[in-house]
């Protein structure tokens, strides 16, 4: 399996979400790396859209869900019916049984939605009642949130956010970005779009997943990941000024999110090694939810960006 093989879909991927590289590329980053994404921005700016894409060229299925306060856990489980013909219970599963699930505006349902969709992503099962029901293999949650309205929202506890692989930021496009819309939009309503690659094989993104994780990593590098983390948890022995910022350090589920997105950045770029620069490139997306800060650094105007840019710049590089 080489990275070639996903250039049909990247570049199908681009033409459909314009501006948006760095969603694009973080969503086959999650999909390589077997995990799930959180992406944060204003509406509007393609997010269904770039999952509905992004369906379109694998082989599998898509589920959209709106979040609402009135979600009930069942609306995402499925629940079983009565059938009075045969007077038993059947199951009817829910929309978590599709490979890719989008979860739109995952912060406007309550406690009880989150948790049941963190079984899901967590453990790639769902309980209903006394019965456990697996999920598919191939099984992708992209939730978003919206960061300017925030009345009537259930933020995500830390457990819930330390699941998703990655978090992105996305903002506005520029002008010139905004006319290639303009014309793709215009496109799209007189049928002259670019039709879907041939969709890609779950057995092929299988394989990829295997040859990343075989990628070489030198043991200094691995090293060097090991200490961004440490830097997160004492941060006191490398700036005192981050020990007063840093609430509470990432889990170790965050070195095992950022080795595994690194190699799927690299295997992405073509390489068969994992460099410095492949671990900078995903450093901020998987740490960003996994590091709370101080009410020091929210008076100072400290962000988690801030942070972590002062950490890249006090741990040294092998």
Same mark, same amino acid.
Request: charged fraction near 20%; charge should be negative; glycine fraction near 6%.
């Given at each position: 399996?080489?990275?070639?093989?996903?250039?049909?879909?990247?570049?199908?991927?681009?033409?459909?979400?314009?501006?948006?590289?760095?969603?694009?590329?973080?969503?086959?980053?999650?999909?390589?790396?077997?995990?799930?994404?959180?992406?944060?921005?204003?509406?509007?700016?393609?997010?269904?859209?770039?999952?509905?894409?992004?369906?379109?060229?694998?082989?599998?299925?898509?589920?959209?869900?709106?979040?609402?306060?009135?979600?009930?856990?069942?609306?995402?489980?499925? *629940?079983?019916?009565?059938?009075?013909?045969?007077?038993?219970?059947?199951?009817?599963?829910?929309? =978590?049984?599709?490979?890719?699930?989008?979860?739109?505006?995952?912060?406007?349902? @309550?406690?009880?939605?989150?948790?049941?969709?963190?079984?899901?992503?967590?453990?790639?099962?769902?309980?209903?009642?006394?019965? *456990?029901?697996?999920?598919?293999?191939?099984?992708?949650?992209?939730?978003?949130?919206?960061?300017?309205?925030?009345?009537?929202?259930?933020?995500?506890?830390?457990?819930?956010?330390?699941?998703?692989?990655?978090?992105?930021?996305?903002?506005?496009?520029?002008?010139?970005?905004?006319?290639?819309?303009?014309?793709?939009?215009?496109?799209?309503? =007189? &049928?002259?779009? =670019?039709?879907?690659?041939? @969709?890609?094989?779950?057995?092929?993104?299988? &394989?990829?997943?295997?040859?990343?994780?075989?990628?070489?990593?030198?043991?200094?590098?691995?090293?060097?990941?090991?200490?961004?983390?440490?830097?997160?948890?004492?941060?006191?022995?490398?700036?005192?000024?981050?020990?007063?910022?840093?609430?509470?350090?990432?889990?170790?589920?965050?070195?095992?999110?950022?080795?595994?997105?690194?190699?799927?950045?690299?295997?992405?770029?073509?390489?068969?090694?994992?460099?410095?620069?492949?671990?900078?490139?995903?450093?901020?997306?998987? =740490?960003?939810?996994?590091?709370?800060?101080?009410?020091?650094?929210?008076?100072?105007?400290?962000?988690?960006?801030?942070?972590?840019?002062?950490?890249?710049?006090?741990? @040294?590089?092998?």
């Amino acid at each position: 399996m080489a990275s070639t093989d996903f250039a049909p879909i990247r570049d199908y991927l681009n033409s459909q979400v314009i501006g948006q590289h760095a969603l694009t590329e973080n969503m086959l980053i999650a999909l390589l790396a077997d995990g799930h994404l959180l992406v944060e921005g204003p509406p509007g700016l393609a997010k269904t859209r770039a999952i509905n894409a992004l369906a379109n060229g694998v082989e599998g299925d898509f589920h959209r869900v709106q979040f609402t306060p009135d979600l009930l856990p069942a609306d995402l489980t499925g *629940t079983d019916i009565y059938r009075p013909e045969t007077g038993e219970f059947v199951f009817q599963s829910g929309p =978590l049984f599709h490979n890719l699930v989008l979860a739109d505006e995952i912060n406007r349902a @309550p406690a009880k939605v989150q948790s049941a969709l963190l079984e899901a992503m967590a453990e790639r099962q769902i309980t209903v009642g006394n019965k *456990t029901y697996t999920l598919p293999e191939l099984f992708l949650v992209m939730a978003t949130q919206n960061p300017l309205e925030q009345e009537g929202t259930y933020p995500l506890p830390e457990a819930q956010l330390d699941r998703f692989l990655m978090h992105v930021e996305i903002d506005y496009p520029d002008a010139k970005t905004e006319l290639s819309i303009l014309q793709l939009t215009r496109n799209e309503g =007189l &049928a002259q779009t =670019l039709a879907p690659p041939t @969709p890609l094989k779950q057995t092929a993104i299988f &394989a990829a997943r295997k040859d990343i994780l075989s990628m070489h990593m030198s043991d200094a590098l691995q090293e060097y990941m090991v200490q961004l983390v440490m830097a997160t948890r004492q941060p006191q022995q490398y700036d005192e000024k981050l020990a007063q910022y840093i609430a509470l350090g990432v889990s170790p589920r965050a070195t095992i999110s950022l080795d595994k997105c690194a190699r799927a950045h690299a295997w992405l770029m073509g390489r068969d090694f994992v460099g410095p620069d492949n671990i900078h490139a995903v450093f901020h997306n998987v =740490l960003r939810h996994r590091l709370p800060l101080t009410y020091e650094a929210e008076a100072d105007g400290v962000t988690v960006n801030a942070v972590l840019d002062s950490i890249l710049a006090t741990v @040294p590089v092998p």
